[in-house]
């Protein structure tokens, strides 16, 4: 099945221009070949009951009439939103439109004003050990890698399984070797963070947040900060985790990912959801003013 609409240099090289503007799109997919339509539960379904890609297409985070507040500034405005499992969803949108903080929300480094968010039908816990638990199955992978500087790439990836998940060391080193050849970087594993590129300490962060076999991974702009050499490696890396179905939320101004590996986009304006769609239908057919002026400024550079 295609899963895509295929990406050109061109194409990559003028999301790119974006930053420049600091203008971000946050894409999200759920691909499903052969509809020209976003329509999950349309999507999903395959005659072995597995859905594409192996989506279930059940629902796995919902947010449901969400609000948040920063003093005056109502960052968060009644935000309806469901991933279903397998799906990728990318979410673009102006600088300062509430990307991250959605992103942040999922999994509660934001708490919220008001509104649900749950995840696998079951609601964020505000703190404690659920929240822990909670937070080892979301995956979350920043523009600054955040990786430990003092530990090795190894280390950096088995971290999370020994202290949090309590593995063994013998168990979860193999797995985090596994990860690290997964993706692409097997060879780098005694070596420290400084002592690799970018795009390399960003291939550790995927595989840190795999290591604890979460149900979603969030992207906040994974990209942004790499050389443009760096961000296809990195890009490469996500696109075949979408394909192996692990359900994403990805912030990214990389239009080209979102047209080849987004199930959906979510465009994302003043604190509001403002319009989703299959790529191909928002790229080609944006219904509001505020994404086709978006997109506008975008395909002039
Ligand atoms: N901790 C905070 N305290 C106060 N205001 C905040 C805080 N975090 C974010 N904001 C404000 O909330 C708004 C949304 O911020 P957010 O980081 O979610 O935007 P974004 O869409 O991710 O933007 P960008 O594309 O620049 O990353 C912005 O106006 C920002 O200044
Ligand atoms: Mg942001």
Aim: proline share 5%; with cysteine; charged share 25%.
């Amino acid at each position: 099945m295609r899963r895509g609409h295929g990406c050109t240099a061109d194409r990559g090289r003028r999301v790119r221009t974006v930053t420049c503007l600091r203008m971000t799109f946050v894409m999200a997919a759920l691909y499903v070949p052969g509809h020209e339509h976003y329509a999950v539960d349309s999507l999903v379904g395959t005659p072995d009951g597995t859905g594409a890609l192996g989506m279930t297409g059940e629902p796995l985070v919902v947010l449901d009439k969400v609000n948040k507040h920063f003093g005056d500034l109502h960052v968060l405005q009644d935000i309806d939103l469901t991933v279903h499992k397998g799906e990728v969803v990318v979410v673009i949108g102006p600088s300062g439109s509430g990307k991250s903080t959605l992103c942040r929300a999922i999994n509660r480094l934001e708490p919220i004003g008001s509104g649900t968010i749950t995840l696998d039908g079951v609601p964020l816990p505000a703190e404690g050990k659920e929240l822990a638990r909670l937070r080892a199955e979301v995956g979350m992978v920043f523009q600054s890698f955040n990786l430990f500087a003092h530990k090795t790439v190894l280390d950096n990836v088995m971290l999370g399984p020994v202290k949090v998940l309590k593995k063994d060391k013998a168990s979860a080193e193999r797995r985090a070797r596994e990860l690290l050849d997964r993706v692409g970087i097997a060879e780098q594993a005694d070596k420290y963070p400084a002592q690799l590129s970018g795009g390399q300490q960003q291939r550790v962060a995927i595989a840190r947040a795999l290591a604890m076999d979460p149900k979603v991974i969030l992207f906040d702009e994974p990209t942004s900060a790499l050389d443009p050499e760096m961000i296809n490696e990195v890009l490469d890396v996500m696109t075949a985790l979408a394909r192996d179905g692990m359900t994403m939320v990805v912030i990214t101004h990389e239009m080209g990912f979102a047209r080849k590996a987004a199930n959906r986009v979510v465009f994302m304006d003043g604190g509001r959801i403002v319009e989703e769609a299959e790529p191909h239908e928002f790229f080609s057919h944006p219904r509001s003013d505020r994404a086709k002026d978006f997109l506008s400024k975008i395909l002039s550079h």
